[in-house]
């Protein structure tokens, strides 16, 4: 159970991180 927690966990991290560079992509081409 631990190790599937610890993977959504992980999975929940990384959609996380590319939300915010998506986000920071969008910035900067609107902003440049």
Do not use: C, E, K, P
């Amino acid at each position: 159970m631990s190790g599937v927690m610890a993977l959504q966990i992980a999975i929940q991290l990384a959609l996380t991180a590319v939300g915010a560079l998506l986000v920071i992509a969008v910035n900067r081409r609107s902003l440049g």
